[in-house]
Structure formats: structure tokens, C-alpha cells
Nanobody, 120 residues
Framework: QVQVVESGGGSVQAGGSLTVSCTAS????????MGWFRQAPGKEREFVAR??????STNYADSVKGRFTIGRYNSKMYMQMNSLKPEDTAVYYC???????????????WGQGTQVTVSS
């Protein structure tokens, strides 16, 4: 099993910045990469960004391209969020992928989530 735990998040005004981090533990050797998803009230969970462990491959949702930056260091992943908008308000979930999950776009291991609130 793989455990992932988020940290960071919080509240900020529109235009501000926040960083969310995630630490993986357990059988991390079985994972290929990690990513972030988010779920806003009344909406379905959506993909935000992901990165493979080599750091050579990153993907972003169109809605965050140019504003969010994902990175990793050892078994820790972070996401720097700049120019935040009220529509970025959501619970942000960290997730870990196996190689099969990466190729199919489905993460297998999930954290509990951390709240990000952006006020106008």
C-alpha cells in the first residue's frame, strides 16, 4: 500500500499564491508519479496536474496552465499556485499513480484532501 498525505492550502485573496505539498510513504517504489485533483462544491472531482517521479513528464489542466507549477523532490510533491482565482476554490487531493494508472489516467492512491479557498 501507498499512503499520501497533503499539507498546505488555506485561504487567500484573488491574485494571491499558495503552495500545497504531498508526501508519499509505504510502497512508493510501486508508483510511477503523483498528481493533484480538486473538487469544488457541487462539482465532480477534476484533474489539475501530475508529474512522474523522474520529473521529466508533467501535465496540466488547461484551466491552470501558466498559473500552477508542479514539482517533486524525493518522495515529496508540491504545487505552487499563483494568480489564484475564486474558481480555484476547492478541496485539493493528492494522488499517486502506478504505471498502469498513469497510462490510463487513473490514480490509485488518494489523500484526504486539503481546502483551498480564494476570495474575491
Amino acid at each position: 500500500q501507498v499512503q499520501v498525505v497533503e499539507s498546505g492550502g488555506g485561504s487567500v485573496q484573488a491574485g494571491g499564491s499558495l503552495t500545497v505539498s504531498c508526501t508519499a510513504s509505504g510502497r512508493t517504489f510501486s508508483t510511477y508519479g503523483m498528481g493533484w485533483f480538486r473538487q469544488a462544491p457541487g462539482k465532480e472531482r477534476e484533474f489539475v496536474a501530475r508529474i512522474d517521479w523522474s520529473g521529466g513528464s508533467t501535465n496540466y489542466a488547461d484551466s491552470v496552465k501558466g498559473r500552477f507549477t508542479i514539482g517533486r523532490y524525493n518522495s515529496k510533491m508540491y504545487m505552487q499556485m499563483n494568480s489564484l482565482k475564486p474558481e480555484d476554490t476547492a478541496v485539493y487531493y493528492c494522488a499517486a499513480y502506478t504505471l498502469a494508472g498513469w497510462n490510463s489516467g487513473r490514480a490509485e492512491y488518494w489523500g484526504q484532501g486539503t481546502q483551498v479557498t480564494v476570495s474575491s
